[in-house]
């Protein structure tokens, strides 16, 4: 327990200046990562310009920050991503694969910082209430809703995927692990019905066991998911490489990889993208990465295939 009050200062110490509701400008993450990179690179900005906005929203008498990103000239009926942050992120530190993922149509409902007490059950719920909250308040289509989520963020956008039949079209999760009083891996990704990608960090179970230890990390979720699940390996990466500031003070804990953050986050990125774009908007099949900086494999019959 004492662990873990450190952790929660820590987490309330990242927070701040991460809570004020309004407009938000943009950061230079995603344009300094798009350079050098062709027009049409998925992990870069679209075509779209893209407005992003902290709120507080209501569904059914329940109150959720989040902080929304969607294009200023967003279609009727348009596909919508709900992301979970992990429990030591703020939801700046997914800023790059809103926009990425705004400035192509789609609206983004990103999860603000939530309390280390906070549960799986209660985070797949809150999903739920994001997702039916953009229904209403948008009318997005219904068969185009994705999740997508870090860490415990992933983990239980899995869970709510399964949990919810029918709202989630597609999930993502980034480096998910199973840490926690309910088991994802043993209970409920076997019986995920929609697509699924999971993106894993290769070396993060060298860090602290808080981060994602091997034996709850995303090789146990691929072993138990069902036919067609796509793994992402990032080669030498750790557990926070993949966000906009993976070396922000407090995250040190997690830190193990000898990869360059700049590309794992871009790697991360371009896949998380291209799979709603592929699953959503009928865009191509998921790309296979440099050999350096990733391996995919793809769960077939209860049996794992190497691409």
Request: charge should be negative; glycine fraction near 6%.
């Amino acid at each position: 327990m004492p662990l873990k009050l450190i952790f929660a200062s820590v987490i309330i110490s990242l927070a701040i200046g991460c809570s004020t509701l309004g407009k938000i400008d943009p950061s230079k993450t995603l344009a300094n990562d798009a350079v050098n990179m062709k027009a049409d690179d998925l992990a870069g900005p679209g075509t779209q310009e893209v407005t992003s906005t902290r709120m507080n929203i209501t569904h059914q008498g329940e109150t959720i920050t989040i902080t929304l990103y969607q294009p200023i000239r967003a279609e009727l009926h348009s596909a919508a991503i709900v992301f979970l942050p992990g429990r030591m992120a703020t939801d700046d530190q997914y800023e790059s694969y809103a926009r990425a993922l705004a400035s192509r149509g789609f609206i983004v409902a990103v999860h603000a910082w939530y309390s280390l007490f906070t549960t799986d059950l209660e985070l797949a719920h809150e999903a739920q209430v994001m997702a039916n909250w953009l229904l209403t308040t948008f009318d997005v289509d219904a068969n185009k809703i994705g999740i997508a989520g870090h860490s415990m963020g992933g983990k239980d956008a899995v869970l709510a995927a399964a949990t919810h039949a029918g709202l989630f079209n597609s999930v993502v999760a980034i480096d998910p692990d199973d840490n926690g009083e309910v088991s994802v891996v043993r209970e409920y990704v076997a019986a995920l019905s929609v697509p699924l990608l999971l993106i894993g960090a290769e070396v993060a179970w060298q860090a602290a066991s808080i981060c994602a230890p091997k034996k709850n990390n995303y090789l146990r979720f691929f072993e138990q998911a069902p036919a067609g699940t796509i793994e992402l390996t990032l080669n030498a990466a750790d557990h926070v490489q993949m966000l906009d500031d993976p070396d922000r003070f407090g995250y040190g804990i997690c830190r193990s990889g000898t990869a360059d953050s700049k590309q794992v986050r871009i790697t991360s990125r371009r896949a998380t993208v291209g799979f709603f774009v592929q699953h959503m908007m009928s865009g191509p099949v998921l790309a296979i990465p440099h050999p350096h900086d990733g391996l995919i494999r793809v769960a077939e019959d209860n049996q794992i295939k190497t691409k």
